[in-house]
């Protein structure tokens, strides 16, 4: 089983803009919401935990407890937005009224096919685990990660919406790869 988490709430999310590279803290909600993912991760047992390298996200994984027993990965690293980082999704539109990250990618950043290989290597190293993985990372790129963990394109992350500090559970059914659980509120 892959537990993924994304990291808790940013002045940045709240306000919708593209949050890549940009290392922004948590907001106090945000911070609240990571500590209350303690409570429902602590009965589980994980041989690995995986952070992003950007504060937001390690700083969500050690609220939740695991800041200790976490190994940053690189390739956790949100999309990169390029020239589109901080900019809102209305006003990018505003000049490209059809734009989608999912099929358009971001110019001077990333494609969803770089995002994927990423996460690729991160479905690599996971299943290699000798147990049970735990991953704290952004929500763009924990998206593609789970279309890739069950065999389908980067872009159809898109597919799956995913809030500030919610776990999901990627896992199988049998020998294929499956969703358990997604975006999963805590209270």
Known sequence: MLVVVRH??????????????????????????????AGPLAPRSFAVVLTSPLRRARDTCALAGYGAV???????????????EGVTTAAIRAERPRWSLWTDGAPGGEDA???????DRVIEAVR???GDALVFAHAHVLRVLAARWI???PAEGARFALDPARP???GYERETAVIREWNVPVA
Do not use: I, K, P
């Not at 976490?70 to 589109?84: F, H, I, K, N, Q």
């Not at 096919?113 to 996460?119: K, M, S, W």
């Open 8 to 37: 808790g709430q940013t002045a940045w999310s709240v306000a919708g803009r593209h949050t890549g590279r940009t290392d922004v803290a948590l907001t106090e909600e945000g911070r609240d919401a990571a500590a209350r993912l």
């Open 113 to 119: 096919a770089a995002v994927g290989e990423r996460a």
């Open 70 to 84: 976490a190994r940053v990965d690189d390739d956790l690293v949100e999309w990169d937005y390029g020239e589109y």
């Open 151 to 153: 065999g389908l394109g």
């Open 128 to 130: 290699n685990a000798d």
């Open 168 to 170: 999901s559970t990627l």
